[in-house]
């Protein structure tokens, strides 16, 4: 009845909104020299030991695309499958990465990481999505509400904590 996946599968068949549009955020180790930086850029980066994401993963694409474009070569550590996995391995202090801003709201309060803004970044995207027949019901409606309010709280919570 409802979906959220990201922009990159066949739509064709569904009913199609935009859900969220944010830009990655740098986590990083609490104690690494990153940390005192408030703003993260593709140069600080250079050699820094990196966790990203599948070699098969368009996430893994516009990072690398952008690493090209910056003459950047950080040294990859791990390769994950999601955000979660590269908050979980920085907390453990195996390199920086960077995430999706509502699995970084799960690590807010967790000694080890932190987040900081990066730029210039690249944009998680997703979409909601649902059957285009039959109508939705009302409880999809209320589930939808449900989830446009959460994603607002959360997105309010990490941007404070990025203030």
């Given at each position: 009845?409802?979906?959220?996946?990201?922009?990159?599968?066949?739509?064709?068949?569904?009913?199609?909104?935009?859900?969220?549009k944010?830009?990655?955020?740098?986590?990083?180790?609490?104690?690494?020299?990153?940390?005192?930086?408030?703003?993260?850029?593709?140069?600080?980066?250079?050699?820094?030991?990196?966790?990203?994401?599948?070699?098969?993963?368009?996430?893994?694409?516009?990072?690398?695309d952008?690493?090209?474009?910056?003459?950047?070569?950080?040294?990859?550590?791990?390769?994950?499958?999601?955000?979660?996995?590269?908050?979980?391995?920085?907390?453990?202090?195996?390199?920086?990465?960077?995430?999706?801003?509502?699995?970084?709201?799960?690590?807010?309060?967790?000694?080890?990481?932190?987040?900081?803004?990066?730029?210039?970044?690249?944009?998680?995207?997703?979409?909601?999505?649902?059957?285009?027949t039959?109508?939705?019901?009302?409880?999809?409606?209320?589930?939808?509400?449900?989830?446009?309010?959460?994603?607002?709280?959360?997105?309010?919570?990490?941007?404070?904590?990025?203030?």
């Open positions: 009845d409802l979906g959220i996946v990201t922009d990159n599968v066949d739509l064709a068949e569904t009913d199609a909104i935009s859900f969220a944010m830009p990655a955020l740098c986590a990083v180790p609490e104690r690494h020299p990153l940390a005192r930086k408030k703003t993260i850029r593709p140069l600080d980066l250079q050699d820094c030991d990196f966790i990203s994401y599948e070699p098969s993963d368009m996430i893994r694409w516009g990072i690398d952008l690493f090209s474009e910056s003459g950047v070569t950080p040294q990859v550590k791990a390769l994950v499958r999601y955000s979660v996995n590269v908050c979980t391995l920085v907390r453990e202090q195996v390199g920086v990465g960077l995430v999706h801003p509502v699995a970084a709201y799960d690590f807010l309060k967790t000694e080890g990481i932190v987040f900081r803004r990066f730029e210039p970044g690249f944009t998680f995207h997703s979409v909601r999505i649902k059957p285009r039959p109508a939705a019901s009302a409880h999809t409606e209320a589930l939808t509400d449900a989830l446009d309010r959460t994603l607002a709280q959360t997105v309010a919570d990490v941007e404070a904590q990025l203030s």
